[in-house]
């Protein structure tokens, strides 16, 4: 039996792949430390879980409208409000099956066979694959370590083709926590409004900021930039609701319109219960987002502090997200390894630590260590990877 192009053609996630090989490891009686999670560490809260379970005793457990309920709808354009000083209406919003899906459909709605999409490397593994399955070209822009993993307006321009149709903008971002300022995003948006690129706005970390700066949407810096920018986000992160699987996107009515359309003859609709629980998350007054990022701000001082401690390692502090994407390539040298992901294969087999390599993030020098663990977790994980790089030195 022959497979379609499309999938033959995919690179397997990297995250699931680390996964996979910890659960084994630890199935066969293994102390493994992961620390590959994408997801908080946290359950939903309570009330968030009291609210679908009462959404099914009362029968909201149909199908729903494909771009998703009203009042969800309401409830989110009300979030953008209050947070983004961002206006939409109801035929602006689409909410679907998790963020990824959000993306997934958009790019179908958008990309031709040939169209170039601008991703900025380091990348969310998922970006280049999503472009490929809608017949799209990922062209990938570096973005140097000492400027925070963030690409410059010159890079940008250096980029653009006349094929080039959007550019993915990710802040606070996954693997780095790297985030833009309001100076930078007005200067990158200046250079798609020129060329007229459609900018993918990926927000989904925006509540997970350990610092004072300010999470900036690049659709609030000027109309002109809101009519061009697709925003992305959901109620995974921020409320531990990964599994709920309910994201959105928010923009141009036309796009939305398009993408309702497809979300039709794929998902027919994001489940109602799960719609239920993110209006409680939105609608009420309890917070625990601030709890949740005292825990991850105190995990990242402590994992940060030891691993700069590690001989061969350096690390860019994050402002946000809960990643941090440390540079190893000396590390690995100083082992004898000539690759990262060689480096990160016999960490997990040796120590039984399980990171990232950054390969899969477009960063062959770097690995992902996520703090969504305990302390202690973190601490025993940095002090095993200490050891493994002073055992292993030649």
Sequence with gaps: MELANRVKDLTP????????????????????????????????????IEAAEKSMRNGFTKYTPSG??????????????????????????????GAKHALY??????????????????????????????GGKPVIIAAEEDNDFKITPKQLE?????????????????????????????????????????????????KLIYTNDEHVSIAQLSPDLKEQTVVINGVSKSYSMTGWRIGYAAGNETIIKAMTNLASHSTSNPTSIAQYAALKAYTSDEDPI??????????????YSLLIDIPGITCNKPKGA???FPNVKEAAKLNGFNHVDDWVAAL???????????????????????????????????NRMKQFVINHQS
Aim: hydrophobic letters at 40%; a negative charge.
């Design 13 to 48: 996630s990297s995250t699931l792949a680390i996964t996979a090989k910890a659960k084994e490891l630890k199935q066969n009686g293994f102390n493994v430390i992961g620390l590959g999670a994408g997801e908080p560490d946290f359950n939903t809260p309570e009330y968030i």
């Design 68 to 97: 998703g309920i009203v009042e969800l709808k309401k409830a989110i354009i009300q979030k953008f409000q209050n947070d983004n000083y961002l206006t939409y209406n109801t035929n602006e919003i689409i909410v679907t099956t």
């Design 105 to 134: 459909t958009l790019f179908q709605a958008l990309v031709n066979p040939g169209d170039e999409v601008i991703v900025p490397a380091p990348y969310w593994v998922s970006y280049p694959e999503q472009i490929k399955l809608a």
């Design 158 to 206: 250096e980029a653009i083709t006349d094929k080039t149709m959007a550019i993915i903008i990710n802040s606070p971002s996954n693997p780095t926590g790297m985030m833009y300022n309001k100076d930078e995003l007005k200067k990158l948006g200046e250079i798609c409004l020129k060329h007229n690129i459609t900018i993918v706005s990926d927000e989904i970390y925006e």
């Design 290 to 303: 601030t709890e949740m990022k005292l825990a991850f701000k105190e995990r990242l001082d402590k994992l």
């Design 322 to 324: 809960f990643y941090l």
């Design 348 to 382: 997990l087999e040796e120590e039984k630590v399980a990171l990232v390599p950054g390969s899969g993030f477009g960063a062959d020098d770097n690995a992902r260590l996520s703090y969504a663990t305990s302390i202690d977790l973190l601490v025993e994980a940095a």
